[in-house]
Structures are given as C-alpha cells and as structure tokens.
C-alpha cells in the first residue's frame, strides 16, 4: 500500500492543487484532488463535464459555492455532489486559507 502527501504535493503546485490519479494509480476510473483556496480567492471552478461527477468537501474553512442560479456557503466537514454538467465557483469566506478535497469517478458508459 503506496501513501500520498497530497497536501505538500499541493503546496509545490503553481494551482495550490494536486490531482490524484492516472500519473499514481495507473487507473483512470476515479481521481482525487487536494486543493487550498487563500482567503477572498472566487477563481476555483467547479465543472465536473461530461462523463464525470465529483464530491467536493471542505476540510478546513469555509468556502461559498457560487452557481448561476444559487448560492451558498459550506464549512469544515461539509459536503455536496456535482454532476457532469454543474458549474459553480468556490471563493473563501475564511480568515484564513480554506482547504478541500474533491473526488471524482466516470458515469459509465457515458465516459471514454
């Protein structure tokens, strides 16, 4: 069983991300990304696109989740589900930098 430091994976990244998946696990059925978002940043998008649905939860901070028809806040430990065609963008409402992961998979047999 290999470990992954994703956060100091992320740290090294110009995007503050780090995406877990096919480079690591020779697998493209599901990915993972660890991401940080500094305080007031609102240019992390959320659009999971076809074939693709994801999880995002926040693991420190608190972000809102901006969509063109709603809007609305998640804090440390919360959760939602994006579908393939969603699309929202994250800003921090934190004092602080907010933290995140997000993991996603393939509809089948939508994705190729």
């Known amino acids: 069983m290999k470990t992954f430091n994703l956060k100091n994976k992320a740290k090294k990244e110009e995007n503050k991300e780090y995406i877990l998946g096919l480079k690591d696990l020779n697998t493209?059925?599901?990915?993972?990304?660890?991401?940080?978002?500094?305080?007031?940043?609102?240019?992390?998008?959320?659009?999971?696109?076809?074939?693709?649905?994801?999880?995002?939860c926040i693991t420190?901070?608190?972000?809102?989740?901006?969509?063109?028809?709603?809007?609305?806040?998640?804090?440390?430990?919360?959760?939602?589900?994006?579908?393939?065609?969603?699309?929202?963008?994250?800003?921090?409402?934190s004092d602080d930098t907010s933290h995140y992961i997000l993991a996603g998979g393939h509809i089948i047999p939508e994705h190729k």
């Open 28 to 56: 493209h059925a599901v990915y993972m990304i660890y991401g940080t978002i500094d305080k007031n940043d609102n240019t992390r998008k959320l659009h999971p696109g076809k074939g693709h649905e994801e999880i995002l």
């Open 60 to 93: 420190q901070g608190k972000v809102e989740v901006i969509g063109p028809n709603e809007s609305f806040s998640l804090k440390e430990g919360e959760a939602i589900h994006l579908h393939e065609n969603d699309l929202y963008y994250l800003k921090n409402i």
